[in-house]
């Protein structure tokens, strides 16, 4: 669970670096749409091309999403030392090259892949968003449109939240938008990638005025989480002192798991 948690956490902050780095000089490009996106943002040899992802990776944005990772310490969170002192040597020896340490740590080098396409994909949906030329990341494989439909997608990638930030955007939308069965669904879908209990109950909460059997479901969730970890707190607290559910069996439902462990 720990690794888990650290690399869900690596994700968000890779995600939540890329997005300032793009915001930062988003209004030039605008302004320029026929130069590619070009960034110096401190990490690395300071020279990456945002929309640069066909796999040649020296100042690609797999290759800043390398460095993030590296010098903002993520590695080592979620990598075994041994993996970390290879991905290291690299880093360190080769800086023009993506660190593979397949043969090895497969599993590990399956979370450093996953944080990188999830990257791509945010970009990606970044770059759509803001009317700039998105073609090189749908040409790359990153921009499947069943991740394009719902919500801001740029925060959603492969029926996982990929940033906080979606909760907030969804608030929002829901504010103005009447959602279909299927979107409720795939709200619950979405809500099983959550680690943190608080943003469970976040969720939920905004949901249950628009469907209070998703927002159910998604407590449901909550407690099944909080069983794992043994964290019931923020949900006794939640149930027991608020009208939201009206339904005084959930907190009696946790106090009983707790009681039994």
């Known amino acids: 669970m720990k690794i888990k948690k650290a690399h869900s956490q690596a994700i968000f902050k890779v995600i939540l670096e890329l997005e300032n780095i793009f915001d930062t000089d ?5 302004e320029h749409e026929n130069v590619n996106f070009k960034v110096r943002p401190g990490y ?3 020279k990456f091309y945002l929309d640069w992802v066909d796999g040649s990776y020296d100042m690609s944005l797999q290759s800043l999403v390398n460095f993030i990772l590296y010098e903002e310490k993520l590695y080592k969170k979620f990598l075994s030392k041994e993996a970390y002192k290879e991905v290291a040597m690299v880093v360190k020896n080769y800086p023009e090259t993506i660190p593979d340490i397949s043969d090895k ?7 450093i892949d996953d944080i ?3 990257a791509c994909v945010f970009m990606g949906c970044k770059f759509k968003k803001a009317n700039l030329d998105y073609s090189s990341f749908k040409s790359a494989g990153y921009m499947d449109e069943e991740d394009l439909k719902l919500f801001d997608s740029c925060y959603i990638c492969c029926d996982e939240i990929i940033s906080d930030a979606f909760l907030y955007s969804l608030n929002d939308y829901l504010r103005e938008n009447i959602l279909t069965q299927n979107e409720m669904d795939r709200i619950v879908i979405l809500s099983k990638s959550l680690y943190e209990i608080k943003d469970f ?14 927002a159910k479901n998604i407590i449901k969730l909550a407690i099944e989480e909080a069983t794992k ?6 949900l006794a607290f939640f149930v027991k002192n608020t009208e939201y559910l009206h339904d005084i069996k959930w907190g009696e439902d946790i106090l009983a798991l707790k009681e039994k462990l």
């Not at 970890?229 to 923020?234: P, V």
């Open 229 to 234: 970890k043994s964290e019931y707190s923020q």
């Open 44 to 46: 690395g040899y300071d």
């Open 201 to 214: 109950i976040y969720l939920a909460t905004i949901i249950y005025p628009f469907d209070n059997t998703s």
């Open 105 to 111: 740590h497969e599993i590990e080098q399956r979370m």
């Open 116 to 118: 990188t396409w999830k």
């Open 26 to 30: 988003k209004e030039y490009y605008l």
